[in-house]
């Protein structure tokens, strides 16, 4: 079983930057797809990017879409989320997960086996 462990949030001024880090250990990752989704206070846990195993295809939601970038380092088992021109609408706790099997990016929650804990993203305006 793979533990992912999020890691690089915290307070920004809007249009600012931060890029989060998702360092995987117990198994590695390179044949998962992987994503990050965040959940806001009383909304849903909401897909933000997503990537295939090979970081051949990749996934952005609209709100972000210019903005955030996933990328993958297999070499060093982990995952990144580049945000920039960050918004306060971009405040949230931001999940990392993986999805052990499967050849493209997945964007539903119930798609993915295993889940980080979460780092926090507060954005002011």
């Known amino acids: 079983q793979v533990q992912l462990v999020e890691s690089g949030g915290g307070l920004v001024q809007a249009g600012g930057s931060l890029r989060l880090s998702c360092a995987a250990s117990g198994r590695t990752i390179s044949s998962y797809a992987m994503g990050w989704f965040r959940q806001a206070p009383g909304k849903e846990r909401e897909i933000v990017v997503a990537?295939?195993?090979?970081?051949?295809?990749?996934y952005h939601a609209d709100a972000v879409k210019g903005r955030f970038t996933i990328s993958r380092d297999n070499a060093k088992n982990t995952v990144y989320l580049q945000m920039n021109s960050l918004k306060p609408e971009d405040t949230a706790v931001y999940y990392c997960?993986?999805?052990?099997?499967?050849?493209?990016?997945?964007?539903?929650?119930?798609?993915?086996?295993?889940w980080g804990q979460g780092t926090q993203v507060t954005v002011s305006s």
């Open positions: 990537i295939s195993w090979n970081g051949g295809r990749t």
């Open positions: 997960a993986a999805k052990t099997s499967g050849s493209y990016y997945y964007i539903k929650p119930y798609d993915y086996d295993q």
